[in-house]
């Protein structure tokens, strides 16, 4: 199946569950595997016919810095079923990792896929 990539989205919120970083913003990286038959788009070398993802990233960006959130499996979870429900994809992977969380690690984060190709 073909996909639509989003690689290392930066996103800067309100995340985490202690008291400290509720009153700080945090960066997020956000990576997103979206299926999408993209045949129709470079056949008819049609704008319409692809998934922007451009106006995804726009939107999950809105989307995770509405309100805070203490937990990054809430915001995988939150993306997943806004590109599924508001951009008509049937797949998606989505890896939010938080840098700088554990000083010795370089990110951590979760990974999760919802939906069936
Ligand atoms: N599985 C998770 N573990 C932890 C999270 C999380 O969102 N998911 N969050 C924290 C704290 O907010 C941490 O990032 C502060 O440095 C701890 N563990």
């Known amino acids: 199946m073909d996909k639509v990539l989003i690689r290392e989205l930066k996103v800067e919120t309100v995340i985490g569950v202690y ?7 945090q960066t997020l990286l956000l990576d997103l595997d979206m299926a999408w038959d993209n045949r ?17 990233s726009n939107r999950i960006t809105a989307l995770i810095t509405e309100k805070p959130i203490e937990l990054i499996e809430t915001i995988a979870e939150m993306v997943a079923q806004c590109v599924m429900s508001e951009f008509n994809v049937q797949w998606v992977k989505v890896t939010v990792m938080k840098p700088g969380a554990v000083p010795t690690a370089s990110a951590v984060g979760v990974t999760i896929e919802r939906g069936c190709i």
Do not use: P, R
């Open 19 to 25: 008291e400290w970083e509720k009153q700080i913003k």
């Open 40 to 56: 129709l788009a470079a056949a008819s070398d049609t704008y319409e016919h692809a998934l922007c993802y451009e106006t995804v």
